[in-house]
């Protein structure tokens, strides 16, 4: 069987992911696997952050959930060996699949097919003789886990061969020359209980896709899955068609009303069409294969609560019995099941209940964490329900007069919120202060700021202020970056004896997503645009980096369970799209109605024009003083490559690109074991905002020097002409003194006005380039970061004595200029 030809886009595409994943670690990771199949072949699974798939634009340059690849002998070429169905979203879960959108730009037919309630598995071609068995993203086994969702997947798979007669080596060949990917649920109680049970005659692998492995989304029709289905022995996936989106929609009504379809519980719908038009700025192209899923709340979402809460009564029993728990006796509490999912009267008395049984028969609960065990609990609990001890306490459930479980600590969970305090959870320069006075003014609520307090131990002043504002306001906004668990909880402390209970708030800019070097530029502009506008951190007399290295560092991700409500702020968000976010969200969370857009205007405009009271200037420099103290670590010295911004009125020492690249996240996997950079990430000598040096102030006598010094104060002079380039990486050098990584070319990526970007790349020279590097780090404070430029140099040369290189393959970064100061 001949071999398949490049192409170019699905090699074009697995390249962008691993730039994207070079520099935004969290937003795109892959994991790296030899092939059970076949040990000398490498297949690498890609996963994209669950939580992007909403944003608009798309931050991803595939939808794909679940793609794996592998690379090809020359350099940048790739083939995707397994791709699942691009994401899709719930109905109304974002703006394109609500049913209006849906009737406007979609298009019949609409296939609707069963929602398998499993695992689910991708059949692929590893070549034209093997085949490849996954889940969403892994391959192979798990080590200390048994058999991994992949094997078992594949158990089944053999046990079709031997039913049909058939092999592994005719499904490779006829996976290969199609170059599809068959996607099935593993539905098998036997090795995992999810939350719907499944007879001995529907256990086994569910078929539902046929999919090309290629870049665009293509998915084969639901009558050649059937078909194959029937072939190969896989358990057929129910399905209907239907003609219109009115007529979807009414036959899931009917189905929801029960929660059952053909005398079984489901879960839900998937309905696979196409796009007829683009639903505003959705990611998809008119003629795109489209999916969405319609799933039912009752009893599907409410079984899943219990098994969810369960498994946290469970974790609370086990650090109640090891003296950890803070639940009573058995480290049990209704009042830390989070409140989400206490909604349901049903679910307040299955948690009284289970938290009966933990207590009375925890073995019975043994394999709960390995998912076994769920449908029985499940069944045990509803043979209660139907007892007349069952039926009155749900009867008081739904009435709200369910008496307080014995022994347990805390308010019950239906108690009704008073008051609320909003607390941003956020790090400087992200706008937090802005969009609370443009909420203030939309609503009307309290606000106060730490920053307004200049005492020697602010936090308990500004404790007692936020506290003092509840006596006049319903709501009230406590300013502050809250971005310890200790600030969330100095708060919670401190309300949680008021009667109703005061709800926290949270507006959440998560780092999460982003690395350190693009949060540092966002905050940092954002800082320096607002120069003297600020009580403490001023662009104009402070240096803000230091400050926020400490923030970046030390930020302590919010747990939902800290607060009762979030609103997930966007960190590079422009100012009218955060307010008319936080606007509408908390609008929605204290059900009120939304405000006008004018109003909402108006708020913005406030927050703009908005200007702080005079300091005391001396008392300002001493708390910055202070904080940028703080920020230098447990006295240790900063890593090398460590560059802070430069001071207002203050010229650089030099000018350089700021790669937005995690060199941790780039290194950590290849140089792993190597004695050198073992040492650097252990000392934290590991740079956290690389810079590649263009021009210093000490060179200026050379050749061309001056002339790139005044190019790049331009650029660095003007950053809203937009300038941004693209670096690439080339390979990591080093020695047993130093390692650095060459730049192997600098492009212009975009720039927004005039063409200063472009003369600046034009004009490098090749004496320039060819010592264009990044310093990962030095070993010590006596190695100066110089040598490694002196090493690049030398490697270029060709003097490869004791230097030791690896190459990086297609990773590249944006970056932009500045001037730097240290």
Not at 104 to 133: D, E, M, R, W
Request: hydrophobic share 40%; charged share 25%; net charge neutral.
């Amino acid at each position: 069987m001949a071999a398949r030809p490049v192409v170019p886009e699905d090699s074009e595409l697995v390249a962008k992911m691993h730039e994207i994943s070079a520099a935004k670690p969290k937003l795109i990771k892959s994991s790296v696997y030899a092939a059970p199949a076949d040990a000398k072949i490498e297949v690498r699974s890609w996963k994209m952050d669950e939580f992007k798939y909403y944003d608009v634009p798309s931050p991803f340059p595939t939808l794909a959930r679940g793609i794996f690849t592998v690379d090809l002998p020359k350099e940048g070429e790739y083939r995707i060996v397994a791709r699942g169905y691009d994401k899709f979203f719930n109905i109304g879960e974002v703006p394109w699949t609500t049913w209006d959108s849906l009737e406007q730009h979609t298009a019949a037919p609409y296939t609707l097919s069963l929602k398998s309630n499993g695992c689910i598995i991708f059949i692929a071609a590893l070549t034209p003789k093997k085949i490849l068995v996954t889940s969403k993203h892994s391959i192979g086994s798990t080590p200390g886990e048994g058999i991994s969702h992949a094997e078992a997947g594949e158990q089944w798979l053999r046990k079709y061969f031997a039913q049909k007669g058939k092999s592994e080596e005719q499904l490779a060949a006829r996976l290969w020359e199609n170059n599809w990917t068959a996607i099935a649920e593993l539905c098998d109680d036997s090795f995992e209980e999810h939350v719907l049970g499944y007879a001995p005659e529907a256990t086994g692998l569910h078929l539902h896709g046929l999919n090309e492995s290629t870049k665009a989304f293509h998915t084969l029709p639901q009558a050649a899955v059937d078909a194959f289905a029937a072939e190969w022995g896989f358990i057929r996936t129910a399905s209907l068609v239907l003609p219109s989106i009115a007529e979807v929609r009414a036959f899931t009504d009917a189905v929801g009303e029960t929660g059952a379809w053909n005398g079984q519980a489901v879960e839900g719908f998937v309905v696979r069409t196409h796009v007829a038009s683009t639903p505003g700025k959705a990611p998809y192209a008119p003629g795109a294969t489209f999916f969405f899923k319609v799933k039912f709340d009752e009893p599907y979402m409410m079984y899943r609560d219990w098994r969810e809460v369960t498994k946290t009564l469970l974790r609370l029993y086990e650090q109640g019995r090891t003296g950890k728990g803070k639940g009573g006796a058995t480290g049990m509490s209704e009042a830390a099941v989070p409140k989400g999912k206490m909604r349901r009267a049903e679910t307040r008395v299955y948690v009284r209940w289970a938290i009966a049984e933990i207590a009375r028969d925890p073995g019975a609960f043994e394999e709960y964490g390995k998912n076994k065990g769920i449908i029985a609990t499940r069944e045990r609990f509803l043979a209660y329900l139907s007892t007349p001890p069952g039926q009155e306490l749900l009867a008081a459930a739904k009435e709200g007069t369910m008496p307080p479980a014995p022994g347990v600590d805390g308010p019950p969970p239906d108690v009704p919120f008073g008051k609320t305090i909003i607390v941003p959870v956020a790090i400087p320069g992200c706008g937090k202060t802005a969009v609370s006075v443009a909420l203030t003014h939309i609503f009307g609520f309290g606000h106060t700021q730490s920053d307004d307090v200049h005492a020697k131990k602010p936090a308990p002043i500004f404790v007692k202020n936020v506290t003092a504002l509840l006596n006049t306001h319903e709501v009230v906004i406590a300013d502050k970056n809250n971005h310890l668990k200790q600030h969330r909880q100095q708060l919670r402390t401190a309300t949680a004896g008021r009667n109703p209970a005061v709800r926290l708030l949270a507006l959440n800019w998560s780092l999460e997503g982003t690395e350190p070097a693009e949060a540092y530029r966002i905050c940092a502009e954002r800082i320096d645009a607002r120069g003297a506008n600020h009580q403490t951190l001023r662009a104009t007399d402070i240096d803000s980096a230091p400050i926020l290295r400490m923030f970046v560092n030390t930020t302590e991700p919010l747990v939902p369970s800290e607060v009762d409500s979030v609103v997930e702020m966007v960190l590079g968000e422009g100012l009218d799209d955060a307010v008319a976010r936080a606007a509408r969200e908390v609008a929605h969370i204290l059900g009120r109605p939304a405000p006008p857009p004018a109003k909402v205007a108006e708020g913005t405009a406030k927050a703009r024009a908005y200007s702080v009271a005079p300091t005391n200037e001396k008392e300002a420099r001493g708390k910055n003083e202070k904080t940028q103290d703080k920020g230098k670590g447990k006295g240790k010295e900063p890593n090398a490559g460590e560059v802070d911004q430069k001071k207002k009125g203050k010229p650089p020492r030099y000018y350089a690109l700021l790669p937005e690249v995690s060199l941790e996240s780039l290194l950590a996997g290849p140089l792993a074991q190597d004695p050198l950079y073992k040492h650097l990430h252990k000392e934290q000598r590991v740079a956290l905002r690389p810079h590649v040096t263009l021009v210093h102030s000490k060179a200026l006598a050379e050749p061309g020097a001056e002339a790139l010094w005044t190019r790049c104060a331009a650029l660095d002079a003007r950053p809203e002409d937009g300038a941004v380039f693209r670096c690439a990486l080339g390979s990591v050098v080093w020695d047993g003194r130093v390692m650095a990584v060459t730049i192997d070319d600098v492009l212009l990526e975009r720039e927004a006005t005039g063409q200063a970007g472009a003369e600046f790349v034009s004009t490098l020279t090749e004496d320039v380039r060819k010592r264009l590097h990044i310093t990962v780090g030095t070993r010590d404070a006596s190695v100066p970061a110089v040598e490694g430029k002196k090493l690049v140099e030398a490697w270029r040369a060709g003097k490869t004595a004791g230097i030791k290189s690896l190459q990086l393959k297609g990773v590249t970064a944006t970056a932009r200029v500045q001037g730097l100061i240290s």
